[in-house]
């Protein structure tokens, strides 16, 4: 019923890694989208949890650390399929990835890129005020 693949930042369509119920994909929760405080126009950044057994994979390339940018974002994004339908696009945020060594189980938390505007807020104010950019400028080139 449910997929989820690990795919490549830079090549959406380059699959690197398929998680399905019977690899021991299991307690997929999807948060539902929701407004963002009083704007009717603003929401929060979706979210994806899932746990799977661990792997030789899943141990090199995500709780080694050795491919993720600054700020905890892996170079990995993740899509989650339920019915062979994509329903989750999002980034791995392995600040909340945790590793249960007796049961052998990962726990993923994934974010639509939305969140990527509250990780990295302080940034808007940096490329302003050093390369003198405006914000919707650097808006743009971050896109």
Wanted: glycine share 6%; proline share 1%.
């Amino acid at each position: 019923m449910y997929r989820v693949d690990f795919v490549n930042k830079d090549n959406y369509g380059q699959v690197l890694y398929t998680l399905t119920l019977s690899d021991g994909l299991d307690n997929v929760k999807l948060s539902a989208e929701q407004i963002a405080g009083t704007d009717y126009f603003a929401r929060e950044p979706r979210r994806v949890e899932f746990e799977c057994f661990k792997d030789a994979w899943l141990e090199e390339h995500i709780l080694s650390g050795n491919y993720e940018h600054e700020r905890y974002i892996s170079h990995y994004e993740v899509r989650l399929f339920e019915k062979s339908m994509l329903i989750f696009h999002g980034v791995i945020d392995t600040s909340f990835t945790a590793y249960d060594a007796k049961t052998d189980i990962i726990s993923f938390t994934c974010y639509d890129k939305l969140k990527l505007f509250s990780k990295f807020s302080d940034l808007k104010m940096l490329y302003a005020l050093i390369d003198g950019y405006s914000c919707g400028y650097s808006l743009g080139y971050m896109l």
